[in-house]
Structure formats: C-alpha cells, structure tokens
C-alpha cells in the first residue's frame, strides 16, 4: 500500500544514454513533481505537474522531459545523459483543494549515477 | 520566496528536547512555516506548518513568535531514530501546486 513509488530505486548507466524513471502515487492527488537531491544534498524542485498539465518547469537542461499519463503518474526521461545528472531523484505529489498547505509525500528516491 | 537560516547540525542526547531554530526575516503576510524531517536514502517527510503562536501534533511543536522572523520546532524527548536532517521552508498559500523551496537543513544527530 506505498504512497508514492518511485522505479528503479537505483539506475547506474553510461554517459550519453537514455534513460527513465517511473513515478506512480495511489493517494488520488492531482499533482505531482520531481526533485533532485545532488551530491552535497541540496534538494531542488524540476517540475511539476497537475492533471497532467505542466505548472512548474525550473531550469532545468531540455534533456530531462517529464511524461505525465495520467494524474497517478509522472515518469521522468533523461536523455544524453552527463556526469552531472548524477543525484538522488524524487517524486512527491500532493492534493488539491483544502488541505494542509506545503504537505507533499515523497517517494523513496531514485539514485542515479552516471559514469 | 523568504529565505531561511538554520543551523547546520546540532548533537542531542536520547530523552532531551531538542529546538531547532530558523530565520526567516523576510516573511510575507502570506507566508506559511512548514517543517520536513528526512532520514538517510528516504525522501523528505512532512512534520508540521504553522503560520502564527504555536501548534502542536504527536509529532512536535512549532512556535512562531508574533513577528513570525523566526520559528522553532521542538522535538520533545528525542530518540536515536529521530536522528535526521530537518529543513524548514516558508512559501505562499497556493490552492494548487506548492512550490517548495528546501535550504541546507540542519543534520541532528541524537547519541545513546
């Protein structure tokens, strides 16, 4: 009965490969994000979704694309991957409406490393 | 988005309380306090949020002076599992989406 879960939990891949991380959350909220935890554990929002439209894009390099199907998932695709991809990745979402505010559930994390 | 300081760790024993203070100086009248508490290779996890006095859940306690400059989570009677990295965050209402904002946090670290 997780929450929030994030696959794989860690993805160790080559520099200039692509690859994706899968977000999915059973809790009905409407939206959804990433994060990047980086190695000295600076946590920094990427993007966010709601309904599956697009709200919230930080600077983020064009290589990363976030894929929404539907409001219970946000995958993450990584293309050409670099060095300094290398990070901690984390889903969250939260609900809409009246709730409590800032309250995001956060999955495990994905640990990508990039050599 | 008002920008917040804490410190960097602070040591604490099984059974104290522990106060972590944050400032953020720049508050708006809008501003909501929250708390997140993050454990080694989890994701950040939801303690508290405030907006003015004090509130209070089975978890800890959150004072918020009337100026709300700064704030102070208590954890009362910590244990070796409450040791972990704890940011706070100040950020707007929203209906919507929430973007958050994590500084540095400050690394507990609780000892037998």
């Known amino acids: 009965d997780t929450a929030v879960s994030q696959t794989p939990k860690y993805l160790v891949t080559q520099m200039g490969n692509d690859k994706s991380i899968k977000c999915e959350q059973n809790?009905?909220?409407?939206?959804m994000y990433w994060y990047k935890q980086d190695s000295k554990k600076f946590l920094k929002i990427m993007f966010s979704y709601n309904n599956k439209e697009l709200i919230i894009n930080e600077t983020v390099p064009n290589r990363f694309s976030p894929k929404s199907p539907d409001k219970a998932h946000l995958n993450l695709h990584i293309n050409s991957l670099e060095l300094g991809d290398s990070a901690v990745y984390f889903c969250a979402s939260s609900p809409q409406g009246n709730y409590i505010q800032h309250e995001q559930y956060f999955g495990p994390g994905t640990r990508l490393t990039v050599t | 988005l008002a920008k917040t300081t804490q410190p960097i760790s602070m040591d604490s024993y099984e059974g104290q309380e522990v106060n972590i203070t944050c400032s953020h100086n720049n508050i708006a009248t809008n501003d909501y306090i929250t708390w997140y508490q993050q454990f080694p290779s989890q994701g950040p996890r939801f303690i508290i949020q405030g907006y003015k006095t004090k509130v209070t859940n089975e978890v800890a306690s959150l004072f918020i002076p009337a100026d709300r400059k700064s704030s102070t989570l208590s954890l009362p009677r910590v244990s070796l599992s409450d040791t972990a990295v704890y940011y706070c965050?100040?950020?707007?209402?929203?209906?919507?989406?929430?973007?958050?904002?994590f500084g540095t946090g400050t690394r507990l670290l609780v000892s037998p």
């Open positions: 809790l009905g909220h409407d939206t």
């Open positions: 965050l100040v950020g707007p209402m929203n209906t919507g989406f929430q973007k958050l904002v």
